[in-house]
């Protein structure tokens, strides 16, 4: 075994041992803490009605115990020190997370309190749990949330052709925390949600939203966002039952919010050949609907796209179809994914919506689409073509094209009438003819 391999294996023995001691101490200290709440107070639960008709399926156990395997060995599976970091940075944050809910809204189980006793072989594997387990740590359930983390490594770790076991098996997991009654429902989105944002904390291949550098704050979409996530959650809360699903766009808007007011287009965590991966599906959908709702709405009566020079095009986000009648796409929109459309040339220029672009955010775009066209026919688009892309093509017609910026400001609208360049951005643009004066 060379150095660097030596090396390699002491770090996973390192983060092992961590993360289970971590594991123990905090799930047994959360449990502990809930059952001593239980002799003075009254822990809730939230079941849905239907779900007195799940069946106890006692050989669900095995699958539910396997997940501890999938866990130990994905450490052990890490191919390299950054690959095992971003794996326990992320077990780790689940944990956390996860904790913080048993901490602040201690549900229980109550099923487990009429579960037949099961004997056998299933029957030991019961016995096992129960002398870990209570039932409570339920919401956002640990399970899902650690399932959703390790099911995103082997996927990632591993070639396409051994994904359909992964995710068959994975599937088994997830719905054995029903069939052994170790979880009531709600449990499962909460931790899918849990998962899904620990990955959002710590992506691959892309700077943590965390770790950004200043940033123009957005405050005021800030408070738009912020305040429909508390409209939607005050609304959950109140009505209890089927409207306990507004919390999912609730939490959804408030990552959202976040992004305006902190994390800034990091924030939207869109890979560079403009994918989302499930994890970030999960974290986004509610949003990503609405924003593509809201995309139709504003360009149905108006061209897809429309053509500004020859070889260049300024639209909306493009469909399939589309996206293939051009050689290039340049990507502006930074929170709706392209997810399904394989283009030869793709170059990523995310911008945040409903935020002006800053002068290197200006620069960049200029670069970007000038690289871009070098490959032919080339679409400049943003969500709805009217702003974060007409303010980029601007910037590439002063730069590339010695235009002016009443000029160029000229050209898009002849092209495409309804774009919206507010007066702060106009005055960022002319900023750029100081340095490439035309």
Same mark, same amino acid.
């Given at each position: 075994?060379?150095?660097?391999?030596?090396?390699?294996?002491?770090?996973?023995? %390192?983060? /092992?041992?961590?993360?289970? #001691?971590?594991? &123990?101490? *905090?799930? !047994?200290?959360?449990?502990? $803490?809930? @059952?001593?709440?239980?002799?003075?107070?009254?822990?809730?639960?939230?079941?849905?009605?239907?779900?007195?008709? %799940?069946? /106890?399926?006692?050989?669900? #156990?095995?699958? &539910?115990? *396997?997940? !501890?395997?999938?866990?130990? $060995?994905? @450490?052990?599976?890490?191919?390299?020190?950054?690959?095992?970091?971003?794996?326990?940075?992320?077990?780790?944050?689940?944990?956390?997370?996860?904790?913080?809910?048993?901490?602040?809204?201690?549900?229980?189980?109550?099923?487990? $309190?009429?579960?037949?006793?099961?004997?056998?072989?299933?029957?030991?594997?019961?016995?096992?749990?129960?002398?870990?387990?209570?039932?409570?740590?339920?919401?956002?359930?640990?399970?899902?949330?650690?399932?959703?983390?390790?099911?995103?490594?082997?996927?990632?770790?591993?070639?396409?052709?051994?994904?359909?076991?992964?995710?068959?098996?994975?599937?088994?997991?997830?719905?054995?925390?029903?069939?052994?009654?170790?979880?009531?429902?709600?449990?499962?989105?909460?931790?899918?949600?849990?998962?899904?944002?620990?990955?959002?904390?710590?992506?691959?291949?892309?700077?943590?939203?965390?770790?950004?550098?200043?940033?123009?704050?957005?405050?005021?979409?800030?408070?738009?966002?912020?305040?429909?996530?508390?409209?939607?959650?005050?609304?959950?809360?109140?009505?209890?039952?089927?409207?306990?699903?507004?919390?999912?766009?609730?939490?959804?808007?408030?990552?959202?919010?976040?992004?305006?007011?902190?994390?800034?287009?990091?924030?939207?965590?869109?890979?560079?050949?403009?994918?989302?991966?499930?994890?970030?599906?999960?974290?986004?959908?509610?949003?990503?609907?609405?924003?593509?709702?809201?995309?139709?709405?504003?360009?149905?009566?108006?061209?897809?796209?429309?053509?500004?020079?020859?070889?260049?095009?300024?639209?909306?986000?493009?469909?399939?179809?589309?996206?293939?009648?051009?050689?290039?796409?340049?990507?502006?929109?930074?929170?709706?994914?392209?997810?399904?459309?394989?283009?030869?040339?793709?170059?990523?220029?995310?911008?945040?919506?409903?935020?002006?672009?800053?002068?290197?955010?200006?620069?960049?775009?200029?670069?970007?689409?000038?690289?871009?066209?070098?490959?032919?026919?080339?679409?400049?688009?943003?969500?709805?073509?009217?702003?974060?892309?007409?303010?980029?093509?601007?910037?590439?017609?002063?730069?590339?094209?010695?235009?002016?910026?009443?000029?160029?400001?000229?050209?898009?609208?002849?092209?495409?009438?309804?774009?919206?360049?507010?007066?702060?951005?106009?005055?960022?643009?002319?900023?750029?003819?100081?340095?490439?004066?035309?």
């Amino acid at each position: 075994m060379d150095k660097n391999n030596k090396k390699l294996w002491q770090q996973k023995g %390192i983060w /092992l041992l961590s993360l289970a #001691i971590f594991f &123990y101490l *905090t799930y !047994n200290a959360a449990n502990y $803490l809930t @059952i001593w709440r239980a002799k003075t107070e009254i822990i809730p639960h939230i079941m849905f009605q239907w779900e007195h008709n %799940i069946p /106890l399926i006692p050989w669900t #156990i095995i699958p &539910y115990w *396997t997940e !501890n395997l999938f866990y130990g $060995l994905a @450490i052990l599976l890490a191919i390299n020190s950054k690959q095992l970091k971003t794996l326990g940075k992320r077990l780790l944050a689940t944990q956390i997370i996860c904790v913080l809910g048993f901490l602040l809204f201690p549900l229980q189980q109550i099923n487990i $309190l009429s579960r037949p006793d099961v004997g056998g072989f299933f029957g030991w594997w019961f016995d096992s749990l129960m002398k870990f387990d209570h039932p409570y740590n339920q919401a956002p359930s640990l399970h899902i949330a650690l399932l959703v983390v390790l099911w995103t490594f082997y996927t990632e770790r591993f070639s396409k052709k051994w994904h359909w076991l992964i995710s068959i098996w994975s599937i088994f997991i997830g719905a054995s925390v029903l069939t052994t009654w170790q979880h009531h429902f709600i449990d499962i989105p909460a931790g899918m949600l849990a998962g899904a944002l620990a990955i959002w904390i710590f992506p691959n291949h892309i700077q943590s939203p965390l770790y950004v550098p200043k940033l123009a704050k957005n405050w005021k979409w800030f408070g738009v966002y912020f305040t429909v996530s508390i409209i939607f959650t005050m609304i959950a809360i109140v009505n209890k039952h089927a409207w306990l699903w507004l919390l999912y766009p609730a939490f959804s808007l408030l990552i959202v919010a976040c992004n305006y007011g902190f994390f800034g287009k990091k924030g939207f965590p869109k890979q560079k050949n403009g994918n989302y991966s499930l994890s970030q599906w999960i974290l986004f959908l509610p949003y990503i609907l609405i924003a593509k709702i809201n995309s139709k709405i504003w360009t149905c009566k108006n061209n897809s796209y429309d053509k500004v020079l020859p070889n260049l095009f300024l639209g909306a986000i493009p469909n399939t179809k589309t996206a293939r009648q051009f050689k290039s796409l340049v990507d502006c929109c930074a929170e709706i994914p392209l997810n399904g459309h394989k283009v030869m040339n793709y170059y990523p220029n995310y911008l945040l919506d409903m935020t002006p672009l800053s002068l290197d955010e200006c620069e960049h775009a200029a670069n970007t689409i000038n690289k871009a066209i070098r490959n032919g026919d080339t679409l400049v688009f943003c969500a709805l073509g009217y702003s974060r892309s007409a303010a980029s093509l601007v910037a590439y017609l002063v730069v590339y094209r010695n235009y002016s910026v009443n000029q160029a400001i000229k050209q898009l609208k002849k092209a495409r009438k309804d774009i919206v360049l507010n007066k702060e951005q106009i005055k960022i643009l002319r900023r750029l003819t100081w340095k490439y004066p035309y």
